[in-house]
């Protein structure tokens, strides 16, 4: 089996996560400032806890993994980086509490650490690729929106992404060891989307 194959396996679940509401909304420019700003500030938080992840899968790869695991791991550091300047120029607070779904997601994370390596990797693919195909949906975004849906679409992001997806398909598992943890992670995505869409900060 190869990774991509779990995006049909498990259909309902990825179009859940991957054209939600919040998504349709972000393309036609009915999202409210309020939902747009809490995702932001709960993403920032998430792609902390994902950058740390990361870094612990690195810390265990085999060596053909090694080189897209760091280059994604330092591209994570820059990409706090760019939250911080877009949230300073849009005053936007970051410094906000984790709302449940942010740590039931950090926690999977955690919980992915004690899984064997190719299936945690395949995750970190899911994960990456459930953004490739969200903001893909919201394209090409309304107005203040459109730096992000670029962000997620770019060339260079689906070729990491692709590069995810051949080294999760090049470390050997059981293709039935990552339905489970699949479901959870895509699961995780579409409760994030739905917390955002609330709008609380
Ligand atoms: C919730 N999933 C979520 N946030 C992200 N930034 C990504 C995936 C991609 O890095």
Redesign the pocket.
Known sequence: MNVADLLNRHEASWVRATRHPFLSAVRDGSLPKSAFDTWLAQ?YR??GD?LRFQARLLARAPRSAQAVLAVGTAALVDELTWFEQYAQTRRIDLDVAPRPATVA?GRLLERLDDAEFPVALAMLWT??R??LDAWSFAAPGAGVYQDFVAH?TTPPFTAYVFELEKAADGTATGGAKLDAPFVEVVEA?AQ?WDMAHQGQL
Do not use: A
């Open positions: 993403d998430f792609v994902l997601y994960v990456e459930t953004y997620w995505e994030f």
